[in-house]
C-alpha cells in the first residue's frame, strides 16, 4: 500500500459528460502529479501541484482541469468527454519541495475511466 | 529539460536468464533516477533509486542498476529472471530542486518464458 488512495477505482460513462477523479496524498506529502496511461500514448504527464499551487504542465488538453485543495487531496476534472480519453489516470504523491529532498513519487493503484 | 529514453519496449528473456533494461537519460543538471515497476492492473511501485552516492544501487525482487554519468544511462538488471518478474518497468529522472517534476520514459514490457 503506497499510502496514495484515488477514487474511483472505475468510472464508466458517455461521452460528451464531465467527470471528477480524487487523490488523497500520502500523510505529509505536498506534491501530487496526475499521469494518464493510454495503450497507444503510455505514461503521460498531466499536471503537478505543489501546497496547493501549480507547478509544472504536461500534455493536459483545455477539457481538463486539476486543483489542490488546502488539505492537499486533489481533483482531476475531465469534461466533454471523448472515446479518445479512455484511459488509466493516476495519482502520485511525493514530499516535494525546491530543495528536491526525499524525491520518490508514490503512486496510487489508479482510476480506470471508460468512455462509451 | 529532462528527458528518458528506454530502448526496447518488449524484451523477452527466458525464466533463469539475465534481465536487462535499458534506460538513458538527458538532464542539465546531474539527476535522481527512478526505476518503477507496474504489476498489470496495479499503479507503478518503485524498485530502486539513484539520488547519491554509491553508483550501484540495490532495489527489490533482487534488481539492481548502475548509475553511468558518462553514459548517461541507467539500466536495471537482474541475474536470473523468474516467471513472476513479467510486469511493465518504467525509467524516471528528476531533477532535484525542481519541486520534483518526474519524467519517465514509455516503459519496457518484460515477458519471461517458461
Known amino acids: 500500500d503506497s499510502g496514495v488512495t484515488q477514487t474511483p477505482k472505475h468510472l464508466i460513462t458517455a461521452t460528451g459528460q464531465r467527470v471528477t477523479l480524487r487523490c488523497s496524498p500520502r500523510?505529509?506529502?505536498?506534491?501530487v502529479y496526475w499521469y494518464q496511461q493510454s495503450l497507444d500514448q503510455g505514461l503521460q504527464f498531466l499536471i503537478q501541484?505543489?501546497?496547493?499551487?501549480?507547478?509544472a504542465k504536461g500534455n493536459i488538453l483545455e477539457r481538463f482541469s486539476a486543483q489542490q485543495f488546502p488539505d492537499l487531496h486533489s481533483e482531476l476534472n475531465l469534461s466533454s468527454l471523448e472515446l479518445g480519453d479512455s484511459a488509466l489516470y493516476f495519482c502520485?504523491?511525493?514530499?516535494?519541495?525546491?530543495?528536491?529532498?526525499?524525491?520518490?513519487?508514490?503512486f496510487g493503484q489508479g482510476t480506470r475511466l471508460t468512455v462509451v | 529539460a529532462q528527458s528518458v529514453t528506454q530502448l526496447g519496449s518488449h524484451v523477452s528473456v527466458s525464466e533463469g536468464a539475465l534481465v536487462l533494461l535499458r534506460c538513458n537519460y538527458s538532464?542539465?543538471?546531474?539527476?535522481?533516477l527512478f526505476w518503477y515497476v507496474q504489476y498489470p492492473n496495479q499503479g507503478l511501485q518503485l524498485l530502486l533509486k539513484?539520488?547519491?552516492?554509491?553508483?550501484l544501487v540495490k532495489g527489490i525482487n533482487g534488481f539492481e542498476a548502475e548509475f553511468k554519468k558518462s553514459e548517461t544511462s541507467f539500466h536495471l538488471t537482474k541475474p536470473s529472471a523468474h516467471m513472476s518478474d513479467a510486469a511493465e518497468y518504467f525509467c524516471?529522472?528528476?531533477?532535484?530542486?525542481?519541486?520534483?517534476?518526474?519524467?519517465f520514459g514509455s516503459g519496457t514490457k518484460l515477458n519471461v518464458k517458461p
Open positions: 538532464s542539465s543538471v546531474p539527476p535522481y
Open positions: 501541484y505543489y501546497n496547493g499551487e501549480e507547478r
Open positions: 539513484y539520488t547519491t552516492g554509491a553508483t
Open positions: 502520485a504523491s511525493s514530499v516535494g519541495g525546491a530543495q528536491g529532498n526525499n524525491p520518490e513519487a508514490f
Open positions: 500523510s505529509g506529502d505536498l506534491s
Open positions: 524516471a529522472v528528476c531533477r532535484p530542486g525542481n519541486f520534483n517534476k518526474f519524467y
